[in-house]
């Protein structure tokens, strides 16, 4: 099967990837512990599983060359490395192949390597992990794995499908029914409501007006998302866009209310892949694929997610602003989700006037998670990349979402190269 809207040398690349899976007795499966991470890890499973090749999964939260290096001593025919950026330039090996969607500076000789960013894709919006996994499963006739590849997509902000992604679907969207409707996990209305990040809004977040704008509206307390009238859900939606606008949403915040949803078999994807983007994101992949392998996202999942929307609630009320010229600056608490608060705060709170840094101690380093609106004429992840370099740490990503790790001591020094990129890009 060839895929004509890709690279010959993607095609060929995918082809490699198949037929070293099939030769395999034993592969290790390493992603990233986030929404396309965990979806492409467990569309590589299922793969594994029909082939009868064992495999083992690990999940890294932060992309680390030293761990990617420490796993691969551990005697497996093949690796399969997925969504981990730069990171993956550790694994140079001929028994490795590597999946990936990021901006790389660096040359890979030996190990197969799969990256449509190197024949023109942009990364950041027409082709993630979770596609390039699927597209292996497209080349093993398992197509049934379709949900993994849109609840990828989802967790990686490329809905709506463009480039790549939307070749893609066009191949399976018969496979699902999709309308415009509110973008909120499909459990009860108020639990929906008062944790919810995206969208973000902070009067009912706090929980104290929401049974009175629901009992406004007729909408009953234990009525669902999904179970809604669809005049009560437009209604709805109306009278959640001013009060975004009034806290300083920006466009595509309020654009936000609604979205496409996606059902697949009875499965309300949005919602799987909200709830397993959040949970992987706080320390807890393993679950959250354990969660999508056995298809039950929601009975599994239900509390940790709304604990962790909870959580991170608390991390963008306790978050300071200070405004650094080219970008702002949002310090948040120790081991705060640093990329889910800067995207709240880009698109909720400071109407995406211009970029958010958004940064979180972790023992001994800094983190920092860049994030940036269309228009903004910035590349997140060159500017990343060159300011962690100088600060002595990493970093990377695309041109609108980036992160970075530096020395605790130096992450005055990342802030201030950030700055010098920022300002003359």
């Known amino acids: 099967m060839k895929f004509e809207f890709l690279h010959p040398r993607l095609d060929e690349g995918l082809e490699e990837a198949v037929g070293r899976l099939e030769a395999s007795s034993r592969v290790r499966i390493i992603s990233h512990s986030d929404g396309d991470g965990v979806f492409a890890a467990a569309t590589a499973v299922s793969l594994a599983h029909e082939l009868g090749v064992n495999y083992h999964v690990t999940l890294l939260k932060h992309p680390d060359r030293e761990a990617i290096a420490s796993l691969l001593e551990e005697g497996y025919d093949l690796y399969l490395i997925m969504d981990l950026g730069s990171a993956s330039e550790a694994a140079d090996r001929k028994d490795v192949v590597i999946l990936d969607h990021h901006q790389s500076p660096g040359e890979v000789r030996e190990a197969t390597l799969v990256n449509p960013t190197l024949y023109g894709a942009d990364g950041g919006s027409e082709v993630c992990a979770s596609s390039l996994a699927f597209l292996m499963a497209l080349l093993l006739d398992r197509a049934d794995l379709a949900p993994n590849f849109v609840a990828g997509c989802m967790a990686d902000k490329q809905v709506p499908f463009r480039g790549i992604n939307e070749k893609i679907y066009r191949l399976v969207e018969g496979s699902f029914r999709t309308r415009t409707w509110l973008n909120l996990v499909d459990l009860e209305v108020p639990v929906a409501l008062t944790h919810s990040t995206e969208p973000y809004v902070r009067e009912l977040a706090k929980g104290g007006k929401v049974e009175q704008l629901l009992s406004r509206l007729g909408i009953g307390s234990e009525q669902r998302v999904s179970e809604l009238h669809e005049s009560k859900a437009k209604e709805l939606a109306s009278t959640l866009v001013p009060m975004?606008?009034?806290?300083?949403?920006?466009?595509?915040?309020?654009?936000?209310?609604?979205?496409?949803?996606?059902?697949?078999?009875?499965?309300?994807?949005?919602?799987?892949?909200?709830?397993?983007?959040?949970?992987?994101?706080?320390?807890?992949?393993?679950?959250?694929?354990?969660?999508?392998?056995?298809?039950?996202?929601?009975?599994?999942?239900?509390?940790?997610?709304?604990?962790?929307?909870?959580?991170?609630?608390?991390?963008?009320?306790?978050?300071?602003?200070?405004?650094?010229?080219?970008?702002?600056?949002?310090?948040?608490?120790?081991?705060?989700?640093?990329?889910?608060?800067?995207?709240?705060?880009?698109?909720?709170?400071?109407?995406?006037?211009?970029?958010?840094?958004?940064?979180?101690?972790?023992?001994?380093?800094?983190?920092?998670?860049?994030?940036?609106?269309?228009?903004?004429?910035?590349?997140?992840?060159?500017?990343?990349?060159?300011?962690?370099?100088?600060?002595?740490?990493?970093g990377g990503g695309h041109p609108l979402a980036a992160g970075a790790s530096v020395p605790l001591d130096r992450a005055e020094d990342f802030l201030r190269a950030l700055a010098r990129r920022m300002s003359s890009s």
């Open 244 to 394: 975004l606008a009034i806290q300083g949403a920006s466009v595509e915040g309020m654009e936000s209310v609604t979205a496409t949803e996606f059902v697949h078999d009875d499965v309300h994807v949005n919602t799987v892949s909200k709830m397993v983007h959040l949970v992987a994101r706080q320390d807890m992949g393993g679950e959250a694929l354990a969660a999508v392998l056995e298809g039950r996202v929601v009975e599994r999942l239900r509390d940790e997610y709304l604990e962790a929307e909870k959580i991170l609630i608390s991390h963008i009320e306790a978050s300071e602003v200070s405004d650094r010229g080219s970008f702002y600056l949002v310090e948040t608490r120790e081991g705060a989700p640093a990329g889910r608060v800067a995207e709240v705060y880009l698109h909720y709170i400071l109407e995406a006037r211009k970029p958010v840094v958004a940064s979180s101690r972790e023992g001994d380093r800094m983190k920092f998670s860049l994030r940036a609106a269309e228009g903004h004429n910035v590349n997140l992840g060159l500017s990343a990349r060159e300011a962690a370099s100088e600060a002595g740490g990493q």
